[in-house]
């Protein structure tokens, strides 16, 4: 309400009024989402580059009642706001283990994790027990995370990366390139993995800059020895450029979109009958 001239108010709702309203609204139905079974688990292959499936990432999708499916980027960051993200990413895990000790081995299974989850919580013990609980050997569950973890309470998620590291699990640095520190990153964890950020791929052939930032990342993590992975490969001249450079692994639509697992089972060879 606005006070416009003596005694008057006048009632408006700004754009951002709205959002906010709308951000409430989604917050509010999102609590309900993990108990209504509105939330699904897709899976995305990763590929080497001749093709070998070697494993898929689980991306989470939200089937909302009224709205129809609401992306990951509109609902996760209102799930870290208000700590829901403890839940749901632990609900994830389990998911996606449970899916992936099913599969033939050593086919692997990616999760994200987010920052959230290394502050609160018990992330560890959480995931030692999905894993004895799901029977999943720990060397087939790889957990990425962006920079954001070793932003907060550095010390804090340094130690718990070792002790999951401990387990046998593998962590993989995801979106690299994208974030102020990713270098500085490198230098205090031995990450298993790079995943070069889709941004970067998706203009490989429309900038020259971005060629030439893939090659520097490639080289930077092969004299690290780290294999990198390119997120968002849409086209065979991308993953053409990408094996010409040494790239180890690729994930995209020309692999594959995410999708239910059912998509999938007869590509890694498992018995579509469910
Ligand atoms: P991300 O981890 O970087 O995941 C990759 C995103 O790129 C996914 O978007 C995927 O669908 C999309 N993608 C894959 N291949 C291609 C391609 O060839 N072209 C294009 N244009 N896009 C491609 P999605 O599924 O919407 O997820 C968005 C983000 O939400 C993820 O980015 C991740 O940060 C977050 N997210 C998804 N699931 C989870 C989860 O279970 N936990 C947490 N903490 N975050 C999640
Ligand atoms: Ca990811
Ligand atoms: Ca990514
Ligand atoms: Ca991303």
Same mark, same amino acid.
């Given at each position: 309400?606005?006070?416009?001239?003596?005694?008057?108010?006048?009632?408006?709702?700004?754009?951002? %009024?709205?959002?906010?309203?709308?951000?409430?609204?989604?917050?509010?139905?999102?609590?309900?989402?993990?108990?209504?079974?509105?939330?699904?688990?897709?899976?995305?292959?990763?590929?080497?580059?001749?093709?070998?499936?070697?494993?898929?990432?689980?991306?989470?999708?939200? *089937?909302?009642?009224?709205?129809?499916?609401?992306?990951?980027?509109?609902?996760?960051?209102?799930?870290?706001?208000?700590?829901?993200?403890?839940?749901?990413?632990?609900?994830?895990?389990?998911?996606?283990?449970?899916?992936?000790?099913?599969?033939?081995?050593?086919?692997?299974?990616?999760?994200?994790?987010?920052?959230?989850?290394?502050?609160?919580?018990?992330?560890?013990?959480?995931?030692?027990?999905?894993?004895?609980?799901?029977?999943?050997?720990?060397?087939?569950?790889?957990?990425?995370?962006?920079?954001?973890?070793?932003?907060?309470?550095?010390?804090?998620?340094? *130690?718990?990366?070792?002790?999951?590291?401990?387990?046998?699990?593998?962590?993989?640095?995801? %979106?690299?390139?994208?974030?102020?520190?990713?270098?500085?990153?490198?230098?205090?964890?031995?990450? %298993?993995?790079?995943?070069?950020?889709?941004?970067?791929?998706?203009?490989?052939?429309?900038?020259?800059?971005?060629?030439?930032?893939?090659?520097?990342?490639?080289?930077?993590?092969?004299?690290?020895?780290?294999?990198?992975?390119?997120?968002?490969?849409?086209?065979?001249?991308?993953?053409?450029?990408?094996?010409?450079?040494?790239?180890?692994?690729?994930?995209?639509?020309?692999?594959?979109?995410?999708?239910?697992?059912?998509?999938?089972?007869?590509?890694?060879?498992?018995?579509?009958?469910?």
């Amino acid at each position: 309400a606005k006070r416009e001239g003596r005694g008057r108010v006048r009632f408006f709702e700004t754009e951002m %009024d709205q959002e906010l309203r709308d951000r409430r609204l989604l917050q509010h139905d999102l609590r309900q989402a993990l108990e209504q079974n509105q939330l699904v688990v897709y899976f995305q292959p990763q590929a080497r580059m001749d093709g070998e499936v070697i494993g898929f990432e689980a991306l989470l999708r939200w *089937n909302h009642p009224t709205r129809g499916f609401v992306q990951p980027d509109q609902f996760i960051p209102l799930a870290e706001e208000n700590g829901l993200i403890i839940q749901i990413g632990e609900w994830v895990l389990r998911e996606a283990c449970r899916e992936a000790a099913s599969w033939p081995r050593p086919l692997q299974v990616a999760v994200n994790l987010s920052p959230v989850q290394f502050q609160a919580g018990d992330l560890e013990r959480s995931i030692h027990q999905i894993l004895l609980e799901t029977g999943l050997a720990p060397t087939r569950l790889e957990v990425e995370i962006t920079e954001g973890v070793l932003i907060g309470d550095f010390t804090r998620a340094l *130690n718990l990366l070792r002790r999951l590291k401990a387990l046998g699990i593998r962590i993989a640095m995801d %979106d690299f390139g994208t974030g102020y520190s990713s270098l500085s990153y490198l230098q205090s964890f031995p990450f %298993d993995k790079i995943k070069i950020d889709r941004s970067f791929i998706a203009n490989l052939e429309a900038t020259p800059q971005s060629a030439e930032i893939v090659r520097a990342v490639l080289s930077l993590a092969h004299a690290l020895n780290i294999p990198v992975l390119a997120e968002g490969v849409e086209t065979e001249a991308q993953r053409a450029f990408l094996e010409r450079e040494a790239c180890e692994e690729v994930q995209g639509y020309l692999v594959g979109r995410p999708d239910l697992i059912e998509r999938y089972l007869d590509l890694i060879g498992v018995a579509v009958e469910r």
